[in-house]
């Protein structure tokens, strides 16, 4: 039984549930999930299509996949079939953890004991919960599409999967080609799959949060070439600076595990990337971002974008939580909207993304633009004031901060 059939098995066991709850257990359980990893292997090894048909527990996702299961069963081991699977397990996982939210956030807004009713009665409670739309595209492929709106704690909250392929159109060649890609055609196939999300709360003391996962093939004359990108940030409207080291710390956690030079090299990357050039400032206080990521192996950098995406809810929710009870009025709103208002500007004007998604044939536009705020806001030349938490958050988005002072340790040692 090779070691690769056993980190399989487990990672099997985390897509249908059963591992994520032997995680929550005291460490014996893990040796008897070790043990039990062997009958798994070998059950793997005698039956590929009964390991896809466990794998894929439909009733634990937002939605139908989109590439037909009997194709999924029959190619357990393309990364196309891997990737599909871990962006449907990933964006079930988000939306259920901001749902729970919802839930909560209506719980504790009042009690049985708080009306004045028969306790036998049933006592109705207002829900939010994400709108689930699923599309298909005539060239191929399509996505599901989970918006939550004018919710308590969300009050936009967008979480998007994509699947497709076709051909990509000059202008979307030429932007790959402007990266670096050496494409030889003007028209090429290409397949592309992806988790991308964006969440607006309500309260301006809880950060925006943006994540993007993906992966694309393109084939050319000289075969396929691959690979994956993504990156998760933050944009706080008032910033906290211990919110700030927690986020940063578990995307750092996420990176060392697979190589200690991943965090601070993608971590300046998304300080760069996530720049309004006409404004001067960033987006937001950043986190971590990368693309055309083709090493060491296709096997590699899956495990990678494996560990990235599962630590957004780890990095995010404590957060959420922490803050979205918190006091505010009419002057933290206006501001909120006013640091929206640089949101769209960056996503409309600078992202890559977006970019792409416009210049994709049978582009679904209200996919794409789901990352725009529910409520934005400009003002002309609007200045805050000095020495305000306003002033002090601009700062920091004009000159990036190293949050958990990793250069200060290199000059130290050094």
Not at 67 to 90: F, G, H, V
Not at 163 to 175: C, E, H, I, K
Not at 193 to 215: E, Q
Not at 251 to 268: E, I, M, N, V
Request: hydrophobic share 35%; proline share 6%; with cysteine.
């Amino acid at each position: 039984m090779s070691y690769k059939t056993i980190v399989r098995s487990l990672r099997t066991l985390s897509y249908v549930g059963s591992y994520k709850k032997i995680r929550s257990r005291p460490y014996k359980f893990y040796y008897a999930a070790i043990v039990g990893t062997g009958f798994i292997a070998y059950t793997q090894l005698k039956n590929n299509k009964a390991e896809m048909k466990e794998i894929m527990q439909l009733k634990n996702y937002m939605a139908e996949p989109i590439t037909p299961l009997a194709q999924l069963e029959q190619n357990p081991d393309d990364m196309k079939t891997q990737m599909e699977l871990l962006i449907m397990r990933i964006q079930a996982e988000f939306c259920r953890a901001l749902e729970k939210e919802e839930d909560q956030a209506w719980e504790d807004e009042k009690t049985a004991d708080d009306y004045d009713f028969d306790k036998d009665l049933f006592l109705p409670s207002p829900e939010s919960k994400f709108k689930v739309d699923r599309w298909t595209r005539k060239e191929g492929g399509g996505g599901i599409t989970c918006v939550l709106q004018d919710g308590r704690v969300f009050e936009k909250a967008g979480v998007n999967i994509s699947v497709v392929s076709g051909t990509l159109p000059p202008a979307a060649v030429q932007q790959m080609r402007s990266r670096g890609k050496n494409l030889q055609s003007s028209e090429l196939p290409f397949f592309a799959a992806g988790v991308s999300a964006v969440i607006h709360p309500r309260n301006p003391m809880v950060p925006t949060v943006h994540f993007n996962y993906r992966y694309f093939e393109v084939r050319d004359k000289d075969g396929v070439q691959w690979w994956f990108g993504g990156g998760t940030d933050l944009t706080p409207y008032y910033l906290n600076e211990d919110d700030a080291i927690h986020f940063h710390l578990t995307l750092k956690d996420a990176c060392d595990a697979h190589d200690p030079t991943y965090y601070p090299k993608f971590k300046k990357w998304c300080d760069d990337y996530f720049t309004i050039p006409h404004r001067g400032e960033r987006r937001g206080i950043g986190g971590i971002f990368f693309d055309d990521i083709d090493f060491p192996s296709k096997e590699k950098v899956f495990e990678f974008i494996t560990s990235c995406a599962e630590s957004v809810v780890p990095s995010y929710i404590p957060i959420v939580q922490k803050h979205k009870d918190d006091a505010y009025g009419y002057h933290e709103r206006q501001w909120q909207l006013l640091r929206r208002g640089r949101y769209v500007e960056f996503n409309l004007v600078y992202d890559r993304g977006t970019k792409f998604g416009l210049h994709t044939p049978e582009a679904r536009y209200e996919s794409i633009l789901m990352s725009l705020p529910l409520n934005a806001k400009w003002e002309y030349m609007h200045e805050p004031k000095q020495n305000s938490p306003e002033e002090k958050l601009m700062r920091v988005l004009k000159e990036p901060r190293d949050w958990l002072n990793i250069e200060k340790g290199k000059r130290t040692v050094g």
